[in-house]
C-alpha cells in the first residue's frame, strides 16, 4: 500500500487539473478547451518554445548523430568506447606498435609470473582488456579493406597508420641509398635464382643448378610456391605474373603422391594463405582450399595426433615405412596455417584437428621443464626416445609456434604462452652455455642428462622468436638472451674460412681452445638456409641496430661468392671450410627462394611497415599470415 502523503499529492495534483478520470476522451477534450483559452501570443510562445526544444533534442541524440556521419549504430557504440579508452588511456596497456615502454611493462608483469608471483589469469586478464578496447574502435568486420600501392588488401585504418609511419622512418638520404643498393641487390639475387628454376627445372619442385636439371620431392611446384610471396614483396611484378599464370593454369592436387603432412603445410598451404592475404586474388584462397582439405586424413590416427604422410589423390595417410612416431616438431608447426584456414573458410574442422594435438602435447609426460622430446607416437599419443632435448633439427619450430599462435589468435590463449615462457626458462637452465674463447652464449643439447655443445642452425630462430616475444611484451631478458644468441650465429659464420655456416657447430668449452665453433667433417655442408638472416631482420626491425643489417650484408655477398651459379639458380654447397673448393651439393632448396631472400630483403628495408610485426606473423617457411582481429 503506498502511503497515504502519496496518494494525497497523487489526487491533489489531479485535481488542480479537473477531476480525475481514466477517459482518453475526456483528456483530449479538456486539453482542447485549455488551448482555446489561450491567446495568440501564448500559443505562438508554446509553440516556439516546443520546437526549440525538439531541434535540441535530435541534435543531443547519439544514433541521428551518428547517422548524420554515415556511421551505423555499432559505431557509435564503438566510438563511445574509443572516447573510454582515451579516458581511461594512462591505465590500459598499449598495443605494441605504439608501446614504447614495452620491455618494462611486459618485464614486469611476466617476470612476476615467472617466479611464480603473478597468476597468469590475472596478468592476461588485463592485456586482453585492453586488446577489447583496441579492436573496438577497428568497427565491424565487415569494414571494408583497401588497396595499398603494392595491391596489398590491407585494412583501412592499417593504409593511414602506414602512410605517417612511412614519412616518420624515412631516414637521412644516405642511408637511404644504401638502404636501396642492398635490395637491388637482393632483388638481383632472386632473379639470378629464378631464372636457374624457369631454365631448367619450371613447374617442377627443386632446381639441380649444376646439373641444369631439376629434383622433385611431391611433384607440385614447390619451389614457385614457395616464392610467391617472396615476388610480391621484391616488387618482381613480371616474374609474379608468370608464377600465377602456372598455379592458375597447371598446378593440380588431384595426384596420386604421398606428401609430407609439415613440409607442404608450411611450404604450399602457408605460401598459397599468405600470397593470397598480400594480393586478395581467390585463385591463391581457392588452391589454398583445396590442398587443405586433401591434407585431413593425416588427422584419421587413433591418438588423433597426425600421421607424416598423406596420398593427396587417395585420400589416404601413413607414418613412415619404418615406424608409427610422428616428429614433434612437425605436428606442432602447421597450426598457424590450418587456424587461418578454417577462419577464411568458416570450417573449424582444421583449427580444431590442429588444436587437438597441441592440447595433448600442452598435457603430456615426458618434458623438461617445458622442453620437449622429438618423437610422438601417432597410436598412443605419448613422446617416444625420451631424455633427448634439443631447439634443432625435429624439435626446433614447436616453440616457435607456441609464441606464434598465440599472438595470431590475439594473445588470449594462455597454456600457449605458458608453454612458450617454461620453455624458454627450460632452455636457459638445461641448454644454455658459453663458448671459449670469445665466451659466445649457444644452445647445446641435453641426452639423458649429458650435455653435448652441439647447434643445429636450425637453432638460429631463436634469437628471433625470442625478440618477437619481447615485442609483444614478454620479459625484457628474452631480448638480453636474443642478442647474444645472434652475435653466436653470426660467428658461426664469420668463423668459416667461407663466411658461410655449417649445418652444425660444436662450441668448444675448454681452456686454451683458439675457436669457438668447431665442425665435424660430416657437418660442413651449408644448405642455403635462412635462419639466421630471419633472426638478423627481427633484431634489426626491432632495435635498428646497423650492426645487424652489416652481418647480413657480409653473408648475402658470401652467399653471392660460393654458391652461386654462374648459368643460374644458387646450390648448396658440402664444405664450408674449403674456399677453394666447396664441393656443390647441386640442389636450391624452395626455402631459398621463400624465406633465405625475403628475409634479406626485409632485413635490408627501413620500412617498418614492410609487412608489420604488429599486423603479420611469419609462419615457419616465412609465409607471413595476419594477426586476427581479437573477436576470433
Ligand atoms: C624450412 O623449411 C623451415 O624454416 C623449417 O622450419 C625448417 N627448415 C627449413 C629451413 O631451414
Keep these: 500500500m503506498l502511503p497515504s502523503t502519496r496518494k494525497d499529492f497523487v489526487s491533489l495534483t489531479l485535481s488542480e487539473s479537473g477531476s480525475y478520470s481514466n477517459s482518453k476522451q475526456w483528456r483530449r477534450q479538456s486539453c482542447w478547451r485549455k488551448w482555446k483559452q489561450l491567446s495568440r501570443l501564448q500559443r505562438s510562445l508554446i509553440l516556439l518554445t516546443l520546437m526549440l526544444l525538439l531541434v535540441c533534442g535530435i541534435a543531443t541524440s547519439p544514433t541521428l548523430i551518428g547517422h548524420w556521419r554515415g556511421m551505423n549504430g555499432d559505431d557509435v557504440k564503438n566510438s563511445f568506447v574509443v572516447d573510454l579508452k582515451n579516458e581511461y588511456r594512462s591505465i590500459l596497456p598499449e598495443p605494441p606498435s605504439e608501446r614504447k615502454d614495452f620491455d618494462r611493462r611486459g618485464a614486469f608483469g611476466l617476470e612476476k609470473l615467472l617466479q611464480g608471483k603473478v597468476n597468469v589469469s590475472g596478468v592476461l586478464g588485463d592485456q586482453n582488456h585492453g586488446l577489447d578496447l583496441k579492436n573496438a574502435d577497428k568497427g565491424s568486420e565487415g569494414q571494408k579493406p583497401i588497396i595499398s600501392w603494392r595491391g596489398a588488401v590491407i585494412e583501412e585504418e592499417q593504409a593511414s597508420d602506414t602512410d605517417t609511419k612511412d614519412t616518420e622512418n624515412q631516414g637521412d638520404p644516405a642511408s637511404l641509398a644504401l638502404a636501396e643498393s642492398r635490395l637491388e641487390a637482393v632483388r638481383e ?68 603422391v604421398d606428401v609430407n603432412l609439415f613440409e607442404s603445410t608450411i611450404r604450399i598451404l602457408g605460401g598459397l594463405l599468405s600470397t593470397y592475404h598480400l594480393t586478395g586474388d581467390n585463385l591463391f584462397l581457392d588452391k589454398a582450399k583445396e590442398i587443405g582439405f586433401r591434407l585431413m586424413p593425416a588427422f584419421s590416427t587413433p591418438s588423433k595426433i597426425p600421421y607424416s604422410d598423406v596420398n593427396i589423390g587417395k585420400g589416404t595417410a601413413h607414418p613412415p615405412r619404418w615406424t608409427s612416431d610422428s616428429t614433434v616438431a612437425e605436428v606442432t608447426s602447421i597450426q598457424l596455417e590450418f587456424r587461418e584456414l578454417s577462419r577464411l573458410t568458416g570450417d573449424p574442422k582444421y583449427k580444431l584437428a590442429v588444436m587437438e594435438v597441441m592440447k595433448q602435447v600442452h598435457k603430456l609426460d615426458g618434458k623438461q621443464d617445458g622442453l620437449v622430446p622429438m618423437f610422438i607416437n601417432t597410436n598412443n599419443g605419448l613422446f617416444t626416445h625420451q631424455g633427448i632435448y634439443t631447439l634443432g633439427a625435429r624439435a626446433d619450430s614447436y616453440y616457435e609456434y607456441l609464441l606464434k599462435q598465440w599472438i595470431q589468435g590475439g594473445r588470449i590463449e594462455q597454456e600457449l604462452l605458458e608453454d612458450y615462457l617454461q620453455a624458454v626458462e627450460g632452455v636457459k637452465k638445461n641448454l644454455l652455455k658459453k663458448s671459449t674463447p670469445l665466451g659466445l652464449t649457444f644452445v647445446g643439447e641435453l641426452s639423458h642428462g649429458h650435455f653435448s655443445p652441439k647447434m643445429d642452425h636450425l637453432v638460429c630462430f631463436l634469437p628471433g622468436t625470442l625478440a618477437l616475444g619481447v615485442h609483444y611484451g614478454l620479459p625484457a631478458d628474452h631480448m638480453e638472451l636474443a642478442k647474444q644468441l645472434i652475435e653466436t650465429c653470426y660467428q658461426m659464420y664469420a668463423q668459416m674460412e667461407t663466411g658461410l655456416s655449417p649445418e652444425i657447430a660444436h662450441f668448444n668449452m675448454h681452456d686454451g681452445s683458439t675457436q669457438d665453433v668447431d665442425v665435424k667433417i660430416a657437418d660442413r655442408h651449408n644448405l642455403l638456409r635462412p635462419e639466421t638472416v630471419e633472426s638478423l631482420f627481427y633484431l634489426y626491425r626491432l632495435t635498428r641496430d646497423k650492426r645487424y643489417q652489416q652481418w647480413g650484408w657480409e653473408i648475402l655477398q658470401n652467399f653471392n661468392k660460393y654458391t652461386r651459379v654462374p648459368t643460374g639458380g644458387y646450390t648448396s654447397i658440402n664444405n664450408v671450410r674449403d674456399p677453394s673448393y666447396t664441393s656443390p651439393r647441386d640442389k636450391m632448396e624452395s626455402f631459398f627462394l621463400g624465406e633465405t631472400l625475403k628475409y634479406f630483403y626485409l632485413l635490408f628495408s627501413e620500412d617498418p611497415n614492410l609487412i608489420s610485426l604488429d599486423k603479420y606473423v611469419f609462419n615457419t617457411e616465412a609465409h607471413p599470415l595476419p594477426v586476427w582481429p581479437q573477436a576470433e
Design 189 to 256: 639475387a632472386f632473379r639470378h635464382a629464378w631464372k636457374g628454376y624457369k631454365d631448367f627445372a619450371w613447374g617442377h619442385d627443386e632446381l639441380k643448378p649444376i646439373s641444369k636439371s631439376y629434383g622433385e620431392w611431391f611433384g607440385l611446384g614447390l619451389t614457385l610456391i614457395d616464392a610467391l610471396d617472396t615476388m610480391w614483396i621484391l616488387g618482381l611484378q613480371e616474374e609474379f605474373a608468370e608464377a600465377r599464370e602456372w598455379v592458375a593454369k597447371e598446378l593440380s592436387f588431384d595426384k596420386n
